[in-house]
């Protein structure tokens, strides 16, 4: 906190603001860069160290976190509810079920699927799902296709709760003209540099086709230089292509979204994706890569799907030919999310999964003191 990246950073802030303001109190376990006053928005901030490796940093900060958490429940100070956002969390679950806490865990997308991990790394993943099932008191899905895949696979039911989306007015020329750009001037890609949110496909699908407009790329990826590198070497020294690397300022990144003649999505492994949302709440007019989350988030009416390169650079020039048609589906998107992506809606439905979850503990409890 305060939230810069991902979705689950944002997805805290806003629920966690929300739930200051209904009256509850709130601890959020950060690593990185400290918020001054360890105070955010009401939250109380907790920063706690990881190890700064691939395969350790999440589960590493997520231990000291539990530790910290299990302490304070000994000393009568701890929460009534734990959220845990990532399956990959899972094996830490039963210190917080030994502390009587009960455990509502957001199991995220299907992780193991992601091509940085392989081997080990997608057989944990793969067996933190199953640890998760078998100790949270409740799974969060933020996807219909999420929740059927558990269904699935495990038998096991979840609660869906989706993320909101940013609604914004408009356009700020301003940062716009400041960065270089016009309204409507550009094509667009936000997205960690990873191979299944195909920033590769994105890149060859452009130079395939005849764009006249340039393709502005934002981000990059601390753990993927291979991949990186390939996408450098699939624009080549095309003028049209532009990396601009992680935009940390959000009224510029907000901009970029709202100006683009095209949003290019091209994730595909995780559920409802906040950059997509953004963009929806932006009114761009969105490019998905065609896989059913996407489409579940999008609908028919606003956005268009692409499976491959040619099929993708198709879409480019037909946004080009016909940009009033663009603009339109961009604003199918934005009132699309506006009616389906509501953050007080997230908020309240949080809220009542740990009332809820309180009051099983609660009647656990009374029924195990009469016996």
């Not at 400290?34 to 109380?44: F, S, T």
Request: charged letters at 25%; proline letters at 4%; a positive charge.
């Amino acid at each position: 906190m305060p939230a810069r990246y991902g979705g689950f950073e944002t997805a805290v802030e806003e629920i966690g603001r929300r739930l200051v303001k209904a009256g509850h109190e709130v601890t959020v376990y950060c690593r990185g860069e400290r918020h001054p006053g360890g105070e955010y928005l009401g939250m109380r901030l907790v920063h706690l160290p990881a190890i700064k490796k691939k395969v350790a940093e999440t589960l590493s900060h997520t231990a000291f976190s539990v530790t910290h958490t299990a302490a304070r429940r000994i000393a009568r100070r701890g929460p009534d509810v734990a959220l845990v956002f990532n399956a990959a969390n899972a094996p830490l679950l039963p210190v917080l079920r030994m502390m009587r806490i009960p455990v509502a865990t957001h199991v995220d997308g299907l992780e193991w699927k992601r091509t940085k991990w392989s081997g080990a790394g997608r057989r944990y993943y793969r067996n933190a799902e199953s640890l998760a099932v078998r100790w949270s008191d409740a799974l969060i899905a933020d996807a219909r296709g999420i929740q059927d895949y558990y269904t699935e696979r495990f038998g096991a039911s979840s609660v869906f709760i989706a993320y909101g989306a940013p609604i914004l007015a408009g356009t700020d020329v301003t940062k716009l003209t400041e960065a270089g750009y016009q309204p409507g001037g550009y094509h667009l890609v936000v997205a960690r540099f990873e191979p299944e949110n195909h920033v590769h496909l994105a890149v060859e699908g452009y130079r395939r086709s005849g764009a006249v407009k340039p393709l502005v790329v934002v981000g990059s990826a601390p753990y993927s230089d291979a991949y990186t590198e390939r996408v450098r070497e699939l624009a080549g020294d095309d003028p049209r292509i532009r990396f601009l690397g992680g935009v940390w300022d959000q009224d510029l990144l907000d901009a970029l979204y709202a100006g683009a003649l095209t949003y290019i999505h091209g994730h595909s492994v995780g559920g409802t994706n906040p950059s997509l949302l953004r963009a929806m709440g932006a009114g761009a007019s969105v490019v998905a890569y065609d896989v059913n989350f996407n489409r579940e988030v999008l609908g028919e009416e606003a956005g268009r799907f692409f499976t491959d390169a040619v099929s993708l650079a198709h879409l480019i020039e037909a946004a080009e030919a016909d940009p009033q048609a663009a603009a339109e589906r961009g604003s199918a998107a934005r009132k699309r999310a506006a009616e389906r992506y509501v953050w007080d809606d997230v908020a309240a439905a949080y809220e009542r999964l740990c009332e809820d979850l309180v009051a099983r503990r609660l009647t656990r409890k009374t029924v195990r003191a009469r016996r």
